[in-house]
């Protein structure tokens, strides 16, 4: 059958997913804010309209890249904080997960502070999508079972008392400073890209020992 003039081609997985790959990349280099479309294309070795084609504009590829990241991590957090394992275990689970991800899409948090500062009113649905709805109703299960798991720590001598929302903010900021602050670690510590990287690998032993330390009765 002949194509009628004008069609637009029928969309290829393989050729979106390798638009995403090569939006990661330059969104590792450049930023969200300092990425051009045109350097995407030549990244992902397609034209500029084929590019536009598939997502319009910078801004949808990027809350394409977020959806696609933040929807395996997010999934894998909620897991580890429901789970039936003890509370120093979910602390190195959750510390190497937030590390390993943030470490391959550092832009993520620019991303989502920028969103917070220009577009804050897209923020609960950004997040429903990842969690497939409403992102508090997906965390409460997970919440009350860490809550119940930090009181009975508490009562047995073991643990000073936090509560779940406490505890979880504490852990998550502290795994991702790093990342957002990273220009100015750069400046003030000397941080070239492989001394940041090791700065990160430590902070997996690091990370751990400190916020253990820190709920100590």
Same mark, same amino acid.
């Given at each position: 059958m002949v194509k009628e003039k004008g069609t637009p081609p029928a969309r290829d997985g393989a050729t979106e997913q390798r638009i995403l790959e090569a939006a990661k990349t330059v969104f590792i280099r450049r930023g969200t804010g300092g990425a051009r479309m045109q350097e995407i294309a030549e990244e992902a070795d397609v034209n500029q309209a084929l590019l536009h084609y598939?997502?319009?504009?910078? *801004?949808? =590829?990027?809350?394409?890249?977020?959806? *696609?990241?933040? #929807?395996? +991590?997010?999934?894998?957090i909620i897991q580890i904080l #429901? !789970?039936?394992?003890?509370?120093?275990?979910?602390?190195d689970r959750l510390v190497d997960t937030y590390l390993t991800t +943030?470490?391959?899409t550092p832009f993520l948090p620019g991303y989502i502070i920028s969103e917070l500062h220009h577009h804050p009113e897209r923020i609960p649905q950004l997040l429903g999508n990842v969690a497939g709805g409403d992102l508090s109703d997906a965390l409460r299960p997970a919440f009350e %079972? =860490? #809550?119940?798991q930090l009181a009975a720590e508490a009562r047995a001598g073991r643990m000073r008392?936090?509560? !779940?929302?406490q505890f979880v903010v504490n852990l998550l900021s502290l795994c991702i400073f790093p990342f957002a602050a990273r220009p100015m670690l750069r400046a003030a510590l000397g941080f070239d890209?492989? %001394?940041?990287? %090791?700065?990160? *690998?430590?902070?997996? %032993?690091? =990370?751990p020992r400190y916020i253990r330390s820190a709920l100590r009765p």
């Open positions: 598939y997502f319009r504009s910078k *801004e949808r =590829l990027s809350e394409a890249v977020f959806r *696609e990241t933040a #929807g395996r +991590m997010f999934p894998a #429901g !789970a039936d394992i003890p509370i120093v275990e979910k602390i +943030m470490s391959r %079972k =860490l #809550g119940k008392r936090i509560s !779940a929302a890209d492989d %001394k940041f990287t %090791k700065f990160i *690998e430590q902070r997996r %032993k690091e =990370l």
